[in-house]
């Protein structure tokens, strides 16, 4: 099984469009401490012929044109088997809406998030433009299931989230999952998880992983209180530092690890910081878009 970053940045990317702090900054600039990143989706390829995105960021079509994995194999024939969403949050499922050219399409998401995007949201009809063209399969709690045509195994379980900031009801268990990958056939598995309000629910999931992809979103809780007034908890991102933060959580793990899904905020972007080199000689490495991982 083999995984492609395509993405490695929360939402807004690196640089985002309305900030002007000193790592987008130096990101527009081309600086080579910190590089600039698209907004989080991964490409999954196994033994199968089809491949798989995990999460359609706005960013899909730079995405896809950048990966020759990704590319059509012939007129109007993409390789994409099918696309699985880990919530209903826009830096997830946005990039859907870049995908509807006359291309059937297999979404797997949860009940409620299919529900969610499906009812009564107008924009989503665009990929029901012909029989067929969009096939929503609902991707179930704590079961494996065969990723399409892939060769990849996947199983969703719940994570601790938090119900998007355009939808308008009571919060759901069914809400964020982490992913569980694994090639078929093989036992070695791969946790992809970029929305990880606390890091006790998958813990054991993560201790016999071969791979984890984690949620680096913020380092400190309080990073982006100046600028929105909420805390890392309050968006169900766990900070990467301090006694509660994933770094202490997760010392000690024997899985290759990897903190992406990275805000533009977090000092781990820059290659020279004090904190890219504390996560490092703990053993993490900092996702960048392209990084490929042998899983
Ligand atoms: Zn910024």
């Known amino acids: 099984m083999k995984l492609c970053i395509l993405g490695a940045a929360a939402g807004g990317g690196v640089p985002q469009w309305n900030c002007g702090c000193g790592q987008c900054i130096l990101a527009r600039a081309g600086?080579?401490?910190?590089?600039?990143?698209t907004q989080d989706s991964v490409a999954v390829r196994g033994p199968g012929s089809g491949?798989?995105?995990?999460?359609?960021?706005?960013?899909?079509?730079?995405?896809?044109?950048r990966t020759e994995d990704l590319w059509p194999r012939g007129a109007r024939q993409s390789p994409v088997a099918a696309v699985v969403l880990t919530n209903g949050d826009l830096d997830h499922c946005l990039g859907l809406l870049s995908l509807r050219e006359w291309q059937p399409l297999v979404v797997?998401?949860?009940?409620a998030v299919r529900r969610d995007l499906c009812e009564g949201n107008a924009m989503f009809r665009t990929l029901e433009r012909f029989p067929g063209q969009s096939t929503w399969r609902t991707l179930p709690l704590d079961r494996e299931i065969a990723l399409g045509d892939t060769g990849v195994l996947v199983r969703a379980v719940p994570a601790p989230g938090?119900?998007?900031?355009?939808?308008r009801r009571a919060p759901s268990v069914e809400d964020n999952v982490?992913?569980?990958?694994?090639?078929?056939?093989?036992?070695?598995t791969t946790v992809y998880a970029t929305a990880v309000g606390r890091v006790d629910p998958l813990r054991g999931e993560i201790e016999r992983a071969a791979c984890v992809?984690?949620?680096?979103?913020?380092?400190?809780?309080?990073?982006?209180?100046?600028?929105c007034g909420a805390r890392a908890e309050d968006m169900a991102h766990v900070?990467?530092?301090?006694?509660?933060?994933?770094?202490?959580?997760?010392?000690?793990i024997s899985a290759r690890r990897v903190y992406t899904h990275v805000n533009n905020t977090n000092p781990i972007l820059d290659a020279e910081s004090a904190e890219r080199a504390a996560v490092e000689a703990a053993g993490w490495q900092v996702a960048e878009d392209g990084m490929e991982i042998a899983a």
Do not use: C, W
């Not at 600086?31 to 990143?37: D, G």
């Not at 982490?178 to 070695?188: C, M, P, S, Y």
């Open 239 to 252: 900070p990467i530092g301090g006694p509660g933060g994933s770094l202490a959580a997760l010392a000690g």
């Open 31 to 37: 600086s080579p401490r910190v590089r600039p990143r």
């Open 162 to 167: 938090k119900v998007p900031v355009h939808v």
């Open 178 to 188: 982490a992913l569980v990958l694994r090639e078929d056939g093989r036992r070695a």
């Open 213 to 227: 992809l984690f949620d680096g979103t913020f380092y400190r809780a309080d990073e982006i209180v100046a600028l």
């Open 51 to 65: 491949i798989g995105l995990l999460n359609a960021s706005p960013d899909v079509a730079v995405q896809m044109a």
């Open 108 to 111: 797997y998401a949860t009940a």
